[in-house]
């Protein structure tokens, strides 16, 4: 039964049912009174072969199939990440797959919608038929549809490429490339593409309500980072200054122009509903800070740079040394870009190694899986150059280190695992894949401290502990005593203090038994540690798995 108290299967036949019968009258609607009702599709017939961007789906499908197919998107314990992020040079297969694999399986989807709302766009400019063709001549080899379908899909994977090995840090995700069709597609038709902006919105409200038509949310506390703190700018501006560089240069060919002021607007549109103003620098321990301001003053910059780049205009912005405004622009751009090469190619080349916090880890082949509190990141600091010094940053949870792949990553965050409890870590590359399930016990006392144990467990081995922390002294007196509960080798024990002095302690007993320390009796009821003392009775804490 649904929440509603009716039948499922039929909720869910009503609601498809009622979705569908909405599509198929507006498309009807549509069809039948709109004007000019040939004209799209002869467009696209002309442009594409059998009216269908065949690059663009090649394209959706490859960054798919490798999702489920080479990550194991589908399987228990979800995608491999850690082995497909960029992290060096010297580990080429990180580099390879990194622009076309992903975190989850939103992240995923979400990167489809965007390739389906801008690289038809891209490929509709470049055409699978050229310009003034002669149907009864052949021409040159790249004229021919099939050639110019296989061109898209390989500046495609070039695009994603080059941004594995110039972006500075482990990015993964095949935004960079998306943010490169969005590029060449907002300077070749920018009103069109910020009608995509828009009608994806569209399209993904309608995936939602076919895959979830009815969703039941529950009030709950969770682990919430802020979420502009796991966007990778720098990876996505690469590649909108890559695809607004490449329309340059493709307007130029063609000696076409384009409108300056709805450039600029659709690039302004495009970047901040991309969160591109979303500049931020991490502080430690889930600590950000979010540059708001600059962030605003960047983008609006940024679209004028856009605008200014693919002006077609004799404009001189420096006549002695005749340099035009379009000339200087672009400059800009292509100087961001070999910016973050300067940057980025230094450091996925400097070598990342495990610290002590890994020393009793988990091994699962060349991986090392372990948790420590307050550590520094050993991949954010490990760059030090003349001109730079990598970021002193401290972090908490669990990590995953591979000296052999050049592999530091803070894969679970400390307040991500004490909200669940538990997680899956899942290692490997193209060739082979293993689980390590991380466990945390918690006992929270009475006064809001905690302690705790974390476990982690290999397959079918028998569960290693990685850490404990410090015992939690509850807030309530008991005949003038405090009572603490320490993590032990065993479980966890109850203690009686005095004056800092320990006048004693059990190991606190299963659901049902009790014991006695220092003339306190301790009862526990299910996860309930309860201090009894003559007539006073009071909770201590409460277990949590």
Known sequence: MSPLGIDETLLRI?????????????????????????????????????????????????????????????????????????WSLWYPESILFSSFTHANKSHLIGNLFGTLAFAPIAEYAWRHYPENRDHERPGDWWDNPYARIALFVLAVFLVGLLGAVIVPGPVIGFSGVVFAFAGFALVTFPITTVLAILGVQVVRLVYRSVTDPWVVAVSREQFVRPWWADVAIQGHLFGLLVGVLLAAVFLQYHDRSANIRRVFFAALIFAVSKSLQYVNWPLGNERYVLFQAIGTAAVLVLALLIAVAVLDEERMFIPQIDLRVQTAGAGVLLSLVFALAVLGIPYNLVAVDGGQEVENGIEVRDYTVTYAESVPDGYASSLTLPFYQGPSVNVSGVIVASDERNVWERRIPAGELASRGSATVVLGDATWRETVRIQRTTWRVTGGNSTYKIFGQHDDNDPRQLFVSEPAIARPVINGTRVAVQPAENFYNVAVIENESVLGFEQIPPSGENVTVAEIRFERHEKKLIAVYERTEVEIGRFER
């Open 14 to 86: 009503v609601s498809l049912g009622t979705l569908a019968g909405a599509l198929v009258l507006c498309g009807f609607v549509l069809a039948r009174l709109g004007e000019d009702e040939d004209s799209l599709a002869a467009g696209l017939r002309e442009r594409f072969v059998f009216g269908i961007p065949w690059g663009t789906a090649i394209v959706m499908l490859l960054v798919y199939a490798t999702y489920y197919f080479v990550q194991g998107g589908g399987k228990a314990g979800g995608p491999i990440v850690v082995g497909f992020r960029s």
